[in-house]
T-cell receptor, first 111, second 114 residues
Framework: NAGVTQTPKFRILKIGQSMTLQCAQDMNHNYMYWYRQDPGMGLKLIYY???????DKGEVPNGYNVSRSTTEDFPLRLELAAPSQTSVYFC??????????FGPGTRLTVL | AQSVTQPDIHITVSEGASLELRCNYSYGATPYLFWYVQSPGQGLQLLLKYFSGDTLVQGIKGFEAEFKRSQSSFNLRKPSVHWSDAAEYFCAVGEDSSASKIIFGSGTRLSIRP
């Protein structure tokens, strides 16, 4: 099993550009999550999904969109990148509470 | 709203010394509580979790945590730290009974003095 994979590992965007952060898991988990982690801070939940076709907002959803067309994939979309979105983004999945498996992260810089 | 507070931003302890990292939560019902560790450049790894039952929870890597309802605390402890324990530690609380959303504290960075 690969676990939770994220691509790309690093990305630099210009203000106003758009991009999609990819996340995939091969553990057949129902729950998937997107977090952002700013320097010296904890994780903030952006969006989460409890199953294919179902998504919901977390603490900091503004500026992002998600979709969950399959159990395996949970991409995060940035439509108009802003410097405030410079962060490390972590995708995670779980089947039960607390057993979250985290991906390695995507480091995004918006200039 | 549920929240979790880690009052110590950075702690330094000597190798072999004992460790206690503080965590306080705010939640109306019985919380679902977690401790995660993050090594530099890595994702988070679950150390231990509390849902119900015995208030002293054992985790991986020799860590334990004690749930104290009267103090709204879930402090993480280790009797003797190793240099490899240097990392960032996050306390988290499950927001509802399904715990499908977990709220993280801001973290405590642990440094180990040789």
């Amino acid at each position: 099993n690969a676990g939770v994979t994220q691509t790309p590992k690093f990305r630099i965007l210009k203000i106003g550009q758009s991009m999609t952060l990819q996340c995939a898991q091969d553990m057949n988990h129902n729950y998937m999550y997107w977090y952002r982690q700013d320097p010296g801070m904890g994780l903030k939940l952006i969006y989460y999904s409890v199953g294919a076709g179902i998504t919901d907002k977390g603490e900091v959803p503004n500026g992002y969109n998600v979709s969950r067309s399959t159990t395996e994939d949970f991409p995060l979309r940035l439509e108009l990148a802003a410097p405030s979105q410079t962060s490390v983004y972590f995708c995670a999945s779980s089947q039960i509470a607390g057993d979250e498996f985290f991906g390695p992260g995507t480091r995004l810089t918006v200039l | 709203a549920q929240s979790v507070t880690q009052p110590d931003i950075h702690i330094t302890v000597s190798e072999g010394a004992s460790l206690e990292l503080r965590c306080n939560y705010s939640y109306g019902a019985t919380p679902y509580l977690f401790w995660y560790v993050q090594s530099p450049g890595q994702g988070l790894q679950l150390l231990l979790k509390y849902f119900s039952g015995d208030t002293l929870v054992q985790g991986i890597k020799g860590f334990e945590a004690e749930f104290k309802r009267s103090q709204s605390s879930f402090n993480l402890r280790k009797p003797s730290v190793h240099w490899s324990d240097a990392a960032e530690y996050f306390c988290a609380v499950g927001e509802d009974s399904s715990a499908s959303k977990i709220i993280f504290g801001s973290g405590t960075r642990l440094s180990i003095r040789p």
